[in-house]
């Protein structure tokens, strides 16, 4: 499949020009022909976050709308740039039960969001009678990272007493969900159900439910093969030694990064684990880290066994409670491993699997790999020694 950067050359520059031939009318069919599965839609997503400027911004946009057409609504595409006398939404989804969600795609943090925008084209579009009323209505903010604009955004979502009709997800949980209705014959209510919690952020119930469905493909049996044959110890790894390497997850939160995080833990030495990790992880074994919608950005060798304590380094002791040592760190956030589809095909954990389809259980948490799939997800990469 065509890289995004490629489709868009071929396209041209997406802008609200109307007509069926224009560069906006080809990039949503073809996303539309051409992208049925929702892991061929994370890449593209990945790509867009790994981008900078307005015609991925656009693209993301157009990404997202589409992602709803899997969810099973019709998608009603917005403008990319609003003009006096038009509703400026991002896009408008129109469930078969009757609710209307009406979306704004957020990339950056650059512009205060305020909820009375999104309000107000709801209010716009029923009074122009395009949905009955607020009782069918609900605003729907797409964010593409965490941060802390997020977190203000969620403060004033409940401030403002709108959890009722506005809610927050980011576009990786969005995907996530989609994998979830495809992969797991969810049906389209069980959607609604999740857009409709009690407060306004539905992250953390995806991610629950991701969670246990990544450690159902990890445990179960005949779905991860293993290798072919035991690999050879290096000269570094003692004999009697049994050495085993991990992929863990690092997401972007409103204090900081993904990057950052990674930066900062593995350059002082240390890295923090919740109680999933600490069970797993001895002296002498490897982890790599995933940034989340980056890719691998460093890898790291145990040095301790974790330790319930504080570090003044980490931001969230509470879910991060053990400290561990680390050595032997290497960090190329510059160069990241970007986990394309080529890749993927190349991994153990996808032998026997189409490596278009759904694959974010592998990077959900933390996971084991085997060492073949830990040196190709590391040394493809110009690494910087720590």
């Known amino acids: 499949m065509m890289s995004l950067e490629q489709v868009l050359e071929l396209v041209g ?10 560069p906006r009318e080809r ?14 839609v994370r890449d593209y997503v990945e790509e867009c976050l790994r981008r900078f400027g307005e015609q991925y911004n656009r693209a993301l946009q157009d990404l997202v709308n589409h992602l709803g057409r899997l969810l099973g609504f019709d998608v009603t595409f917005g403008r990319y740039k609003g003009v006096q006398g038009e509703i400026g939404f991002d896009g408008v989804w129109k469930s078969p039960s009757g609710l209307y969600i009406v979306v704004e795609v957020k990339t950056t943090d650059v512009y205060a969001i305020k909820t009375a925008t999104l309000l107000g084209y709801i209010d716009r579009l029923i009074s122009e009678q395009k949905i009955p009323d607020w009782d069918h209505a609900l605003g729907l903010y797409v964010v593409g990272r965490s941060d802390a604009e997020l977190k203000q955004l969620e403060n004033s979502i409940i401030a403002e007493k709108r959890t009722h009709q ?3 997800i980011t576009v990786d949980k969005l995907l996530t969900l989609a994998e979830l209705l495809a992969d797991y014959e969810m049906e389209h209510e069980a959607v ?13 119930l995806i991610e629950l439910m991701a969670s246990l469905v990544a450690k159902e493909i990890r445990t179960g049996e005949g779905i991860q093969p293993p290798p072919k044959e035991t690999p050879k110890k290096p000269p570094s790894e003692p004999e009697g030694i049994d050495v085993k390497y991990y992929l863990t997850s690092v997401a972007s939160d409103d204090a900081q990064t993904a990057e950052e995080c990674i930066k900062k833990l593995l350059g002082a030495g240390i890295f923090a684990a919740s109680e999933n990790l600490k069970r797993k992880v001895k002296p002498g074994d490897w982890i790599c880290f995933y940034a989340t919608a980056t890719g691998v950005v460093a890898h790291a060798r145990v040095k301790s066994n974790p330790a319930q304590k504080h570090h003044p380094l980490v931001k969230h002791p509470e879910k991060y409670p053990y400290v561990f040592e680390v050595d032997a760190v290497s960090i190329y956030t510059e160069n990241p491993v970007v986990l394309s589809a080529e890749l993927r095909a190349k991994l153990d954990a996808f032998q026997g699997r189409d490596p278009s389809k759904r694959w974010a259980w592998f990077v959900q948490g933390t996971g084991r790999v085997t060492k073949h799939d830990f040196m190709l997800l590391t040394q493809q990469a110009k690494v910087e020694v720590v």
């Open 13 to 22: 520059d997406l802008d609200d020009t109307p007509g069926e031939k224009t």
């Open 27 to 40: 990039f949503r069919r073809f996303l539309s022909q051409n992208l049925t599965s929702v892991g061929a």
């Open 166 to 168: 506005l809610r927050v």
């Open 192 to 204: 609604l159900t999740v857009l409709r919690p009690t407060g306004p952020i539905v992250d953390s």
